[in-house]
């Protein structure tokens, strides 16, 4: 497990950022808040200096669990606590809800959580699934984050493709009403919607864009630039993991029957994005991994304007 995660569950089996501790059934919010080890609150405490002088404008972040300073931020800072976190998603999708996974990362000063949207989508002839992630810092270091993440069932990748006319992401600040926001960003739904309506728009243009094995290569050594000066060994690694691209292109059996065109390109890189091994597996690597859940795959996301472009 990675570094930096300190409590976690996924179900059945680690999902594509290989990360849990494994349970057999999706809980629900109040079993899922346990397993995840998120069943604590953040409590604001007045800062002092060592001379008993109160700190003016700032407040600590303490986890009333353990005692832990989660991070020092401005009074005008809200708190969303771990439970609202589970709440707004139950309100969001309706009671019964079953998470798929959810923790905590460097200490608690960061925590997410993940579901299965109910809706299933048929788009080019395969099963995506969208799910929702929520994501929260606890240590002032960045905003309240919703986003649909749609991942191809037959494989587990993930498709959280940048369009340019739907929004897969929401996100709010830590002050002003946090609950107004809360209740904005229920809008969240009807955002993935969209977004998976217009994911099935594309990618439909995506199956009649036709590509030519000179264009997939040429895609690929974009994507995998090389270093005009790069070392033998650099070079060599390169070469690999352009291989290792091409043959998720070419040889994967679940892309056998789609054809030569953009859309078998957008899958190929989103499974090498997805599950390639990198060149330096560092420990926080499946952490970094799952984060792009929710900020989105730059290798993607190349790829898609490169396509686009064409």
């Avoid at 069943?39 to 404008?57: A, H, K, L, M, S």
């Avoid at 299965?116 to 788009?123: N, S």
Wanted: glycine share 6%; hydrophobic share 40%.
């Amino acid at each position: 497990m990675a570094a930096n995660v300190e409590t976690m569950f996924s179900v059945r089996e680690k999902p594509w950022h290989g990360l849990g501790k494994i349970v057999m059934e999706a809980p629900t919010s109040a079993e899922a808040l346990h397993l995840a080890g998120l069943d604590w609150n953040v409590v604001q405490e007045p800062i002092y200096t060592e001379f008993n002088e109160p700190v003016e404008g700032y407040k600590a972040n303490v986890r009333d669990s353990d005692r832990k300073v989660l991070g020092v931020v401005s009074d005008r800072y809200k708190v969303v606590q771990n439970a609202d976190a589970f709440s707004f998603t139950d309100e969001l999708i309706g009671k019964g809800v079953r998470y798929e996974t959810a923790g905590s990362l460097q200490e608690g000063k960061k925590v997410w959580l993940l579901t299965r949207l109910p809706r299933e989508y048929i788009i080019a002839g395969e099963r995506i699934s969208p799910y929702l992630v929520f994501s929260n810092t606890h240590d002032g270091s960045g905003s309240v984050k919703v986003a649909v993440t749609p991942v191809r069932v037959v494989c587990n990748n993930t498709l959280n493709l940048a369009l340019d006319k739907a929004s897969r992401s929401f996100s709010m600040i830590h002050t002003g009403n946090i609950q107004d926001k809360i209740q904005e960003a229920r809008d969240t739904l009807f955002m993935a919607e969209e977004y998976m309506d217009c994911l099935g728009a594309e990618f439909e243009q995506l199956r009649r864009q036709k590509m030519t094995d000179v264009q997939v290569k040429e895609y690929i050594n974009l994507l995998l630039p090389m270093e005009k000066e790069a070392t033998r060994l650099q070079s060599k690694n390169i070469i690999r993991l352009r291989e290792d691209m091409m043959k998720r292109y070419y040889d994967a059996p679940d892309l056998q029957t789609v054809g030569n065109n953009a859309y078998r390109f957008i899958n190929a890189v989103s499974d090498f994005a997805t599950h390639a091994n990198p060149l330096r597996r560092t420990v926080n690597y499946n952490e970094n991994l799952f984060a792009r859940t929710i900020d989105g795959n730059p290798l993607i996301d190349k790829a898609y304007q490169l396509i686009k472009a064409a």
